[in-house]
């Protein structure tokens, strides 16, 4: 039992991206972006509430916001927004069936048929929007 | 409930809830970025019944998600009974509780009481 406990490895082993190749890097991207998502989400709950404080509340909230720290960060949550829609469309498929290849017995190498290049080009593509839409967002937001 | 039941709630918040999310941002960008936050432009906004109403489904699609996302992340952590439980409930108040600070936003604004 001792043993069991001490090859666990936790939120450390969690978020080890080296290992398993970019499939490890999109689950750690998608739990990031997922808790990110969620803190922004409630920032955002709070945020519009301030406009039952009426006009000057209001106003003095967003002020806080339109920053370039507070632009920053609104472009941050975008590019989390677009990787994790476009990841977790991804995700549903392959769970679904989709473009996971066919059984087959397993022979060395060992490669997984699930783990194939269009699993892999839906990684990159996702990544690749969500820094289209996080430069999108930064053009909107210091544009102006 | 079954967890293969949570999954598919799980997927289904997230498909519906892109769908209206996209609508609210582009409704960010039907005026300007900047005078689309303006108080009036806002306040506007909530007073438009379907709108709010959109706002509402959104909230709670985005809740569940989230929490059960938050939910699936804090189990894949650490396991057991009393922990799957204590994290499950935390979850699930924790949705409760965020659904109803941001219906009681949007009910006040829609209904004048700002």
Known sequence: MTNQDENKEGIGGMINPRRYGIERVAYLLMRLSGLGLLAYFIGHIYETSTILKGQIGWNEFLALTQTNAGHAILAIVIAMCVFHTVNGIRVMLGHGGVGVGKPARPDYPYIPASQNIRHKMGIYSAIILAAIAMMYGLAVMFGE | ?114
């Open chain 2, 1 to 114: 409930m079954r967890e293969s039941i949570i999954m598919k709630i799980h997927y289904g918040t997230a498909l519906a809830a892109v769908a209206l999310v996209a609508v609210h941002i582009l409704m960010r960008l039907t005026q300007g970025f900047a005078e689309s936050l303006e108080y009036d432009s806002v306040i506007t906004n909530y007073k438009f019944l379907p709108y709010a109403g959109m706002l509402e489904i959104i909230l709670i699609l985005l809740s569940i998600h989230g929490f059960n996302g938050l939910r699936v992340i804090l189990l894949e952590l650490k396991q057991g009974k009393t922990y799957e439980k204590a994290v499950s409930y935390g979850c699930v108040v924790a949705m409760i509780a965020l659904i109803g600070y941001g219906t009681r936003t949007i009910i006040m604004v829609n209904t004048g009481m700002t």
